[in-house]
């Protein structure tokens, strides 16, 4: 018994390690569906940093992951907290002021944030889209997202090959 612990015991410490770096650091993750078209495509897999949000604010155009009660979604954020989100003549508007989004997404039908209880996102929640407006589940629909809920930051696509690398 002495000698398998002496010889398993550095398979253990790898084990152990990995697990530690998969449920705190970086995980994979999944697309699922078509709402981060022609950025993101279904069945994408993707790297999940859990860890950099500790160090750095999310910033506007981050690809997030948000976990939700039955799954885990991937989108970017638009809204920060305090600002006032709008589009108008399939243009964002963050307090007024035009924005450019430096990314491919469909066409967003005009909407602002007059149909939610607060009229700017709320302190420590964010505002997120899909990049295809017309197929996302999104903010439009479930409202603020709280920073609580987002997992992390997914930017890295491992699979398949053909779409490897950083995505923004």
Not at 3 to 12: D, G, H, Q
Not at 15 to 23: E, F, N
Not at 56 to 75: G, N, T, Y
Not at 87 to 114: A, G, H
């Amino acid at each position: 018994m002495k000698e398998f612990v002496k010889e398993s015991w550095p398979y253990l410490l790898i084990l152990i390690l990995v697990i530690l770096i998969k449920a705190f650091i970086i995980s994979p993750i999944r697309v699922n569906g078509p709402s981060m078209n022609d950025t993101l495509k279904d069945q994408d897999i993707m790297i999940l940093d859990k860890i950099s949000y500790r160090f750095r604010e999310i910033k506007r155009f981050d690809i997030v992951v948000i976990h939700l009660e039955e799954e885990d979604i991937i989108k970017r954020v638009i809204g920060l907290p305090g600002e006032k989100v709008e589009y108008k003549d399939n243009k964002l508007y963050i307090n007024n002021k035009r924005v450019k989004e430096p990314f491919s997404r469909e066409e967003t039908d005009d909407f602002d944030l007059s149909k939610f209880a607060s009229k700017k996102v709320p302190k420590d929640a964010y505002f997120v889209l899909g990049d295809n407006r017309v197929e996302s589940l999104d903010s439009r629909v479930l409202g603020y997202i709280p920073k609580k809920r987002i997992k992390g930051h997914a930017t890295f696509t491992i699979l398949p090959f053909s779409r490897w690398g950083v995505k923004k």
